[in-house]
C-alpha cells in the first residue's frame, strides 16, 4: 500500500489489508458506535490517518469522545496509541446536497437559497435513496480524495453506519435511486458511489452481542448483503465477559451435576461458614448462581456456533466494567489490533 | 444515603378498568417489546380484553405468539401445548397481538381517505413509495395512528403498545408531529399551487423563483422528477389534512387520564440517564408517568456473602493452593454483588433525581424470554 506523505506508518498484520472504507453496522444498541470509534482508534495506530464519519445526524461520535456536538467539517478528534491521527466528520445530508450542487454545478449560492425555502430538506427527505447516496457519496469522496501530489488523504475512512436492518438498502445505492433516476447525474452518482462500495477496498463490518436477536439480525444482513454482492467483512462480538469458571465446571452444573459438598468444604477451609449446616446453605446459594451463569455461558457459546455458520471473521471486545470512556475506547482498540482486525 | 423509590404497583394498573393504555418506552434493546407482551398477557389472565400492538418482536418470540404473518390485523392468542404454553381464560379475558406494518398502514389511510383512481396514484408514486417505507419517523407515526384505530374501535378494554427502536427514545411523540409539519409545509403549498399564489408579493416572489427552481430540480435529478414530486404532492393533498388532526387526537389520547406511560430501562448509567431524560420529557409534554420498569437487573442468591469477603477468601485459597472449585465460585460471586451493588446504585441515583417516581425491577433471566411461561415469569415479577 502506498503510504501518504509525511507519514511514516509500521507494517502489521491486518486482516483487512487492502481495505479502505469499514463500514460500521449492527442491532441498535449493540454498540456500532462505540466500536466504529475503536476501529478508527485501531486503524490509526502507527501513525496513520483515518477519518471517521457519521451518518444519522445524532452526534453519536461527540458522546464517545465527550466532545461538544461535531460540524459538517473534517477535524481532529483524537490521537491514537502510539500515534496516528483519528479525524471526524458528522455528515449532513443537507450539507452534502449542497456540496454535490457545488462539485458537478457550481451552484452553491443558489443552493442556499433552495436551502430557505424548504427545498433540500423536501428532497433529501422524500426523493428516493437521495439522502442515502449523498451521505455514501461524500464518504466515497473521502475514500478516494487525493492530495496535490496525488497521495491518498486519508489511510482509511471508518463509517458509524445506520443498523443492519437498513444496511443492505443504505448500501445498494444504485437499486436505491432507480425509483428516481434511470439516467441523468444522479444515476451516475450513485454508479460512482456503488463502484467504491462494491470495491475489495470496502469491508462491511458487523456488531453483535452473543444474544439470539442480534446474532438472527447479523446473520440475515449478512445474507442480505451477500445477495446485494457487497463486501461482507469481520463480527465484532462485543461486550463479551470474561469466563470465570471452568468449562469441567460449566458442564457439571449445566447437567445439575455440580459438587456441592466440595464447595461447601471449601467454603469451610475458607473460613466463611460457621458448621457444616451454614455451608451447606451458602454452597445451596452459590450453587444457584453457578447454574444461572452456566446456562448463560451455554446460550453464548450456542450463539458463538450460530455465528460460525456465517462465514467471517469473528473478534472479541471485552465489556468494560465502568463504561465507555477514553480509556476504555483505547482498550477496545488494542483488542482490536491484537486480533489482527487492524 | 441511598433513597428508596416508591414501588410500581403493576396489578393495581392492569386491575384498573379506568386503564385503557398501557405505552412502553424506553431506549434501543431494553426489553419494550419483552415488557408489553408480558403486561399483555397478565392483564388478559387476570380478566381483560386486551390488546398488544407490537413492533417488530423477537422471531421466536413472535411465533411462540402465533405471530407469524405481518397482516396488520389483531389475532387471538391462544397458545398451544401444556398449560404453561397457553393463556389461562379461566378470568374471562383475552389476549390478541398483532405486529405494525408501517407501510401497510400507511396504504390503508390513503386507500380510506382517497378516491379509488387517486389512492393508485398516490401508492404507485416512487415519492410516495419512499415516504411510506423510509421517512424517518414514518413507523412512528403509523404506530401511534395504529393506537388511534385500536382505541377507536372499542373492541378492547386495555391496549398495550410496544414502541418503535427509535433514534431518539421520544421519536412516537414528536414524528407525528414533524410529517404533519412536512406535509404542510410551505414548499408543500408551493409545489401544489404555483397557480393559486398570484395575489401577494411574496408568494409571486416565490412563483417567480418556482420556475427556476423546477428547471434546477431537472437538470439535477432528471426530468420525470419534477412531475412524480408534483403528482405525489397534488394527490397526497387531497388526503393530508386529515393527517395532522388524527396525530393531534392520538397524541391527546395519550395525555388523558385511561393512559399510563411506563419507561423500561436497563440498570446501567447511560441507560439510566437515558430513563431520566425520557421522564422528564413526558413530564414536559403532560403525559401520564406510570413508573419505571428496571429491566434484566442481576441479583445475587447467597446476597449475605459479601464480595470483599469472597474476593479474600478466593484469595486465601488460591494461596495455599486448595478447592479449586471453591474460589472459581467464590470470585464469580464476588463479581456478581459488585454488579449487583453498581446497579443499585444506578438506580438510586435516578431515585435521588426523581424521588417519586416508582420503580419496578425485573431480574436478568438466564436466557432469552421467548414463549408465553417466559412472558408469564416476567408478568409475575414485575408484579411482585
Ligand atoms: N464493550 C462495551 N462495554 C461496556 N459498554 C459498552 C460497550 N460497548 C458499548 N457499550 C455501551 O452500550 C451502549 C450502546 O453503545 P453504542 O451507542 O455504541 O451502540 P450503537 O449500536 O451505536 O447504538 P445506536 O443503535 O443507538 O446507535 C452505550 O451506552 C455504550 O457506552
Ligand atoms: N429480563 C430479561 N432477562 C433476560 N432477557 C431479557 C429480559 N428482558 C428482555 N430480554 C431479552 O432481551 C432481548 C431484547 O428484548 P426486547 O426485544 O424486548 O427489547 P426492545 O426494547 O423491544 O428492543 P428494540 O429496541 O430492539 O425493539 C430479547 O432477546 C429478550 O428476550
Ligand atoms: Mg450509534
Ligand atoms: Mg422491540
Redesign the pocket.
Known amino acids: 500500500m502506498r503510504q501518504p506523505a509525511g507519514r511514516k506508518s509500521t507494517a502489521r498484520d491486518s486482516d483487512w489489508e487492502g481495505v479502505r472504507l469499514h463500514v460500521v453496522t449492527g442491532?441498535?444498541?449493540t454498540g456500532k458506535t462505540t466500536v466504529a470509534a475503536a476501529l478508527a482508534l485501531a486503524l490509526a495506530s502507527g501513525n496513520r490517518k483515518v477519518l471517521l464519519v457519521e451518518v444519522e445526524g445524532r452526534q453519536g461520535i461527540a458522546q464517545v469522545f465527550d466532545l461538544p456536538p461535531l460540524p459538517y467539517e473534517e477535524r481532529k478528534i483524537a490521537v491514537a496509541p502510539g500515534g496516528g491521527d483519528v479525524y471526524a466528520l458528522a455528515i449532513d445530508p443537507e450539507e452534502a446536497m449542497l456540496d454535490y450542487l457545488e462539485m458537478f454545478y457550481g451552484i452553491k449560492r443558489m443552493g442556499k437559497a433552495l436551502t430557505r425555502m424548504g427545498m433540500i430538506d423536501f428532497a433529501t427527505t422524500i426523493a428516493p435513496g437521495l439522502r442515502d447516496v449523498l451521505v455514501t457519496g461524500k464518504t466515497s469522496e473521502a475514500v478516494r480524495r487525493r492530495d496535490k501530489s496525488g497521495r491518498r488523504v486519508y489511510d482509511a475512512i471508518v463509517m458509524d453506519a445506520p443498523p443492519t436492518g437498513r444496511i443492505a438498502r443504505f448500501l445498494n445505492v444504485t437499486q436505491e435511486v432507480a425509483g428516481l433516476a434511470r439516467v441523468g447525474p444522479v444515476k451516475n452518482h450513485a454508479d460512482m458511489v456503488r463502484s467504491v462500495l462494491a470495491s475489495p477496498e470496502t469491508a462491511v463490518h458487523f456488531v453483535t452481542l452473543l444474544?439470539?436477536?442480534p446474532v438472527q439480525e447479523t446473520l440475515d444482513g449478512i445474507t442480505e448483503l451477500r445477495t446485494a454482492k457487497l463486501p461482507v467483512g469481520g463480527v465484532f462480538i462485543n461486550m463479551v465477559r470474561p469466563t470465570t469458571l471452568p468449562d469441567t465446571v460449566l458442564d457439571a452444573a449445566a447437567a445439575d451435576r455440580f459438587d456441592l459438598s466440595e464447595l461447601a468444604l471449601g467454603l469451610k477451609a475458607a473460613g466463611l461458614a460457621d458448621g457444616k449446616a451454614d455451608a451447606s446453605l451458602i454452597a445451596e446459594a452459590l450453587a444457584l448462581e453457578v447454574s444461572e451463569h452456566a446456562r448463560r455461558t451455554e446460550l453464548e457459546r450456542r450463539e458463538r456456533g450460530t455465528l460460525d455458520t456465517a462465514g467471517a471473521p469473528r473478534y472479541d471486545l471485552p465489556l468494560l466494567a465502568d463504561g465507555v470512556d477514553l480509556t476504555g475506547l483505547y482498550e477496545l482498540a488494542e483488542a482490536i489490533n491484537e486480533q489482527g482486525a487492524a | 444515603m441511598s433513597r428508596t423509590a416508591p414501588a410500581l404497583d403493576i396489578d393495581a394498573i392492569l386491575d384498573d378498568d379506568a386503564t385503557r393504555i398501557i405505552v412502553c418506552c424506553?431506549?434501543?434493546?431494553?426489553?419494550?417489546?419483552?415488557?408489553a407482551a408480558a403486561l399483555g398477557l397478565r392483564a388478559a389472565e387476570r380478566g381483560r380484553a386486551v390488546v398488544v400492538l407490537t413492533?417488530?418482536?423477537?422471531r421466536r418470540?413472535a411465533q411462540s405468539m402465533g405471530l407469524t404473518e405481518l397482516d396488520n390485523t389483531p389475532r387471538r392468542i391462544t397458545g398451544n401445548g401444556s398449560a404453561a404454553d397457553r393463556v389461562d381464560a379461566a378470568n374471562g379475558g383475552e389476549l390478541h397481538a398483532m405486529m405494525l406494518d408501517m407501510k401497510r398502514t400507511f396504504d390503508e389511510i390513503i386507500e380510506a381517505h382517497a378516491d379509488p383512481q387517486r389512492a393508485q396514484q398516490i401508492l404507485t408514486n416512487p415519492f410516495y413509495q419512499s415516504l411510506s417505507s423510509s421517512f424517518s419517523g414514518t413507523q412512528e407515526y403509523m404506530a401511534m395512528e395504529k393506537l388511534g384505530q385500536l382505541r377507536r374501535s372499542g373492541d378492547w378494554d386495555l391496549i398495550v403498545v410496544?414502541t418503535?427502536?427509535s433514534r431518539s427514545a421520544l421519536d412516537f411523540l414528536d414524528a407525528p408531529e414533524r410529517l404533519g409539519r412536512f406535509l404542510d409545509g410551505r414548499l408543500i403549498r408551493i409545489l401544489t399551487a404555483p397557480a393559486k399564489a398570484g395575489g401577494r408579493s411574496a408568494f409571486k416572489l416565490l412563483n417567480a423563483g418556482f420556475g427556476i427552481i423546477a428547471g434546477m430540480l431537472t437538470k439535477v435529478l432528471g426530468a420525470q422528477v419534477l412531475k412524480d414530486i408534483q403528482t405525489f404532492v397534488s394527490a397526497l393533498d387531497a388526503v393530508f389534512g386529515g393527517f395532522r388532526q388524527r396525530a393531534e387526537q392520538t397524541y391527546r389520547l395519550l395525555q388523558a387520564p385511561g393512559t399510563a406511560f411506563l419507561v423500561?430501562a436497563a440498570p446501567e448509567r447511560d441507560a439510566m440517564r437515558e430513563a431520566s431524560y425520557f421522564v422528564e420529557r413526558l413530564a414536559d409534554d403532560r403525559m401520564p408517568l406510570a413508573g419505571v420498569v428496571v429491566?434484566?437487573v442481576h441479583q445475587a442468591s447467597a446476597s449475605t456473602l459479601s464480595s470483599a469477603r469472597s474476593y479474600a477468601a478466593a484469595e486465601d485459597l488460591e494461596t495455599r493452593g486448595e478447592h479449586d472449585l471453591t474460589v472459581a465460585v467464590l470470585r464469580l460471586h464476588a463479581d456478581r454483588m459488585q454488579l449487583a451493588a453498581r446497579e443499585q446504585r444506578e438506580q438510586e441515583h435516578f431515585t435521588s433525581a426523581h424521588p417519586t417516581v416508582p420503580l419496578a425491577q425485573?431480574?436478568?433471566?438466564?436466557?432469552?424470554?421467548?414463549d408465553l411461561a417466559g412472558l408469564r415469569q416476567?408478568g409475575r415479577l414485575l408484579a411482585s
Do not use: F
Request: hydrophobic share 30%; charged share 25%.
Open positions: 442491532k441498535g444498541g444474544e439470539e436477536m | 424506553g431506549s434501543g434493546g431494553v426489553g419494550k417489546t419483552t415488557t413492533v417488530d418482536p423477537a418470540l410496544d418503535p427502536p423500561v429491566n434484566r425485573v431480574p436478568a433471566m438466564p436466557e432469552d424470554v421467548h416476567i
